[in-house]
């Protein structure tokens, strides 16, 4: 993977949703975690169309279940496990 963005607020929403665009655009492989209250960015419109161009996309389970509680998840959920998983893979990281 190229790219990972790693979400931790929902402020962050436009801009992923501006480089995960501009990722796909360029043909990049990328990926993005969401965790803390960045889960909430699952349900800003333009980040979540923005990520149908990511190859993988998780949260964290248990940021989900504390911020997004009895909401269905749209992507994986996973453990902090996957979100190391996922740093090892990419080239770079991006955190917001």
Do not use: Y
């Amino acid at each position: 993977m190229d790219v990972l963005l790693h979400i931790t607020t929902p402020n962050a929403a436009p801009v992923a949703a501006a480089l995960g665009w501009a990722l796909t655009a360029e043909g990049a492989s990328w990926g993005c975690f969401l965790t803390n209250d960045g889960v909430k960015a699952l349900g800003e419109a333009e980040f979540s169309t923005a990520i149908d161009g990511a190859a993988r996309v998780a949260v964290c389970e248990h940021s989900w279940d504390l911020h997004m509680a009895g909401a269905d998840c749209p992507v994986e959920r996973g453990s902090q496990t996957v979100n190391s998983a996922l740093m090892a893979e990419a080239a770079r990281v991006v955190s917001l």
